[in-house]
């Protein structure tokens, strides 16, 4: 039964509809993966502000670095090049997303606490 | 056979070998990467839901076990994984002692610990998507729940209607074809023949519909990972909003 099925897949699937798809959603996570670490930076940046402690400047580069890089996936004709890309793509996004939660998360925890303590007092 | 034929067919060989403990290695990265997400987004859930969002009432010395445990666990699960690596017989260190002439190479037998192996690694990276999928979904529910705790203490607007009910049901499908194809791997056929290309073509060709049915469960688990991605884009997009427009609205009570 397993066995048929994985035949059943394996002959309903090529290496080239593997990599027409790979390229059309691969496009579509990282650019979900762009926004995640733009929104979180930006969150990060609202504590900061809020608590008056220099904003995010590093990070911003990196992420802007990554861009060029993120636009070339859907015209990359190899699946090897693709992983290659996302590897360099992924890697300082992940990089990122760790240094924000363990740098701001203090910032936002305190500035939460605030608007928690004011918004109940203006009630 | 001339020598640079065999030369290119060991390069070749060399590169695949390479191509897999790198992928092996990236995918690892990221499952740890989704991990420490995920433990930073469940501290703070936690956080979120202790009374008085006070950094205090988080029990340092339990956080730091839990974060041993699951560091342990990860390490535990690298270690078992690129250490059958070293019990690897690779198909090009093969193929160069038979183009130095070496006896007691049996060339079948190391064909089919490279097909093996290939499927081996087929299956370990389907259960890698397959993780990541489940920790994605994980980061997201936890995120989610925070987002909406966060909604109730700023008393900011309501919260939507929960819309995580349909992960569970996707990620099982995921998981049951992951297991599939790593079953099927696990149970795959030998095979062997006579000469060099020939047997490189067979085992090439043995491992052909495998491959297929995993690239076609990568792009299957690729729609679930691009939805709990988006979701995850969206729920930090919400949250932006509500702690902008409550910072805003701070600012004009000031």
């Not at chain 1, 039964?1 to 579509?28: D, H, K, L, N």
């Not at chain 1, 190899?78 to 939660?101: C, D, K, Q």
């Not at chain 2, 445990?69 to 078992?80: E, H, K, R, T």
Request: glycine share 6%; hydrophobic share 55%.
């Amino acid at each position: 039964m397993i066995q048929a099925v994985i035949m059943w897949m394996g002959s309903r699937f090529s290496p080239e509809q593997y990599i027409f798809w790979t390229r059309i959603q691969c496009t579509a996570w990282t650019l979900a993966d762009i926004l995640i670490v733009y929104y979180l930076l930006r969150i990060g940046d609202l504590a900061r502000s809020f608590l008056k402690v220099e904003r995010h400047k590093v990070c911003y580069v990196i992420w802007l670095a990554t861009l060029p890089l993120s636009a070339t996936i859907p015209f990359l004709t190899r699946g090897y090049y693709i992983f290659a890309v996302e590897l360099l793509v992924t890697l300082p996004h992940f990089l990122i997303i760790l240094y924000a939660l363990a740098a701001d998360g203090r910032y936002f925890f305190l500035t939460l606490s605030f608007l928690v303590r004011s918004t109940n007092s203006a009630k | 056979m001339p020598d640079a034929a065999i030369s290119e067919i060991i390069q070749s060989a060399r590169v695949e070998y390479c191509r897999v403990l790198l992928t092996e290695t990236a995918g690892l990265f990221w499952i740890l990467a989704e991990i420490c997400i995920l433990f930073a987004v469940r501290v703070g859930r936690r956080l979120l839901d202790a009374e008085g969002l006070s950094l205090e009432s988080i029990q340092v010395r339990f956080e730091k076990t839990r974060a041993m445990i699951w560091g342990g666990l990860f390490l535990l699960f690298s270690a078992v994984l690129l250490g059958r690596h070293l019990f690897d017989s690779p198909l090009h260190r093969q193929l160069v002692q038979v183009a130095a002439g070496g006896d007691g190479v049996d060339l079948g037998r190391a064909l089919n610990a490279h097909v093996s192996l290939m499927r081996a690694h087929y299956a370990v990276w389907a259960s890698f998507v397959t993780l990541w999928v489940i920790l994605e979904a994980g980061i997201v529910y936890n995120g989610w729940r925070g987002y909406r705790r966060l909604a109730e203490l700023l008393a900011a607007r309501q919260p939507p209607p929960s819309q995580m009910g349909v992960l569970p049901f996707m990620l099982v499908g995921a998981a049951a074809i992951g297991s599939f194809i790593a079953f099927g791997a696990a149970h795959a056929s030998e095979m062997g023949a006579d000469t060099l290309r020939r047997m490189l073509g067979e085992a090439h060709a043995a491992n052909t519909v495998y491959r297929n049915a995993l690239y076609l469960y990568l792009r299957l688990a690729g729609v679930v990972w691009i939805a709990v991605e988006w979701l995850a884009a969206f729920v930090l997009w919400r949250s932006f909003n509500l702690i902008a427009g409550v910072m805003r609205d701070q600012e004009t009570r000031e």
